[in-house]
């Protein structure tokens, strides 16, 4: 009756994210229109202020997605919930003009729970990456005549992490994990052309919708070296992910509207993700200070993907955090407050004009514990990202992103003291 319980909880608390999380954009970026979307600003817990990353951190009530050995420290009777709120602010610039931009949703909801005393598992969707563009009055000549014709281009759309991750402690020091991910999604990109010929305009509107889907497999491990020093590792194996589009064309002709053409279920060539390596050391200096250094690469060349605009490069990724609790164990709520700060730079999978699209940012956060004797958390996150150049034909972006999760700890398994 209980694993009834269990289960029917987590088709509910999933089900709605799944349907949510592609109904609205959570970016406004105009790199989005390269590949399948930008990487997504959204994270689980604590990590988003700590330099969004994370190899080595563990504890027994953190979900922490960055490495599947990190469930090995759950511990007895454990289970953990947790969900997220996000908000983007973004202004994008280039040598003349300025835009801002909004979006926001869900972020993502995680849970975790007991096998055995030394093993955990978990399952949580979070979007993988984010699509959101619009690119307006873009003017052309005709070539051979005096003819102007103006496109504009609007994309929307999000390739969603169903994941599930095992964590076992082989010794209190030493833990492996796993995990599989089932990647889906759409996207859907729209082409609207007008012609003006004198007084007489004409324009062609193309609809695609491309739909994607694949696994994913990924392993962790973690090492705790000193009490004060631990180790991180991950590799998540390249994959391809499967491709189908339907396609709508359509014009207009002097006032008249008429097909053009519409096919559905057509098949297109699949996207490959890279190999993925990550390594990060986490050091405890005092037990109210902790720093946590990390690094991961992204090996696009093996892919031998091309662009249309840019060609792929490998990807490094550097992050940095720290976090600072006066007391975890105080009876004064300001001293079990959580104080994080971090830093992260990424070198970006995509060259332009010879000019690679990287990013850099700050991070900042603030974990507000919910009682005295619970774990549970109201963490709140702030980003402040740059992307890109005025460079050629770059554009600058400032991206502000605001995380809230709440982590939730021991719930499930709390007993009624009146029937």
């Avoid at 833990?175 to 759409?186: D, I, K």
């Amino acid at each position: 009756m209980m694993m009834n319980k269990f289960w029917a909880t987590i088709s509910i608390a999933l089900f709605p994210i799944m349907v949510v999380s592609q109904l609205n954009n959570l970016t406004g970026s105009p790199y989005s229109l390269f590949g399948i979307g930008v990487t997504t600003n959204s994270n689980i817990g604590k990590n988003s202020a700590l330099g969004k990353l994370g190899y080595a951190l563990s504890s027994d009530f953190l979900i922490n997605n960055a490495n599947p050995a990190s469930y090995g420290t759950l511990g007895e009777n454990g289970f953990l919930f947790d969900f997220g709120f996000l908000g983007e602010l973004s202004s994008v610039s280039d040598r003349i003009n300025d835009e801002a931009r909004f979006a926001s949703n869900f972020s993502n909801i995680a849970l975790a729970s007991t096998i055995s005393p030394k093993s955990s598992f978990g399952l949580s969707i979070t979007p993988y990456t984010n699509v959101g563009y619009s690119l307006l009055g873009i003017e052309t000549n005709i070539e051979g005549s005096f003819d102007r014709f103006t496109s504009s281009l609007f994309g929307s759309g999000a390739l969603n992490d169903f994941r599930f991750s095992y964590g076992h402690s082989i010794t209190d020091e030493l833990r492996l994990g796993a995990n599989l991910s089932y990647l889906f999604g759409s996207v859907t990109e729209r082409e609207l052309v007008n012609v003006r010929s004198g007084f007489n305009v004409s324009s062609l509107n193309v609809e695609e919708q491309s739909y994607y889907h694949g696994f994913r497999f990924g392993l962790g491990l973690q090492c705790e070296i000193h009490p004060k020093l631990a180790l991180g590792w991950t590799l998540n194996l390249p994959t391809d992910l499967s491709g189908k589009q339907d396609r709508i064309v359509g014009k207009t002709l002097d006032g008249s509207r008429a097909p053009v053409e519409n096919e559905t279920d057509m098949d297109i060539p699949s996207f490959s993700l890279p190999m993925e390596v990550g390594t990060g050391i986490l050091f405890k200096p005092s037990n109210t200070l902790s720093v946590n250094l990390d690094y991961s690469i992204r090996l696009w060349n093996a892919t031998e993907q091309e662009d249309n605009v840019g060609e792929f490069i490998n990807q490094n990724t550097f992050g940095f955090g720290a976090e600072y609790i006066a007391d975890p164990s105080s009876y004064k709520y300001w001293q079990r407050i959580n104080f994080r700060a971090g830093f992260n730079y990424d070198t970006g999978y995509l060259e332009v004009s010879e000019n690679s699209i990287d990013s850099y940012g700050i991070t900042a956060g603030i974990g507000f514990p919910l009682g005295i004797r619970t774990k549970s958390m109201l963490n709140i996150g702030f980003s402040q990202t740059n992307r890109g150049s005025t460079e050629g034909i770059l554009v600058e972006e400032r991206v502000n992103t605001l995380n809230i999760n709440f982590s939730l700890k021991d719930f499930w398994f709390l007993k009624r003291k009146i029937d």
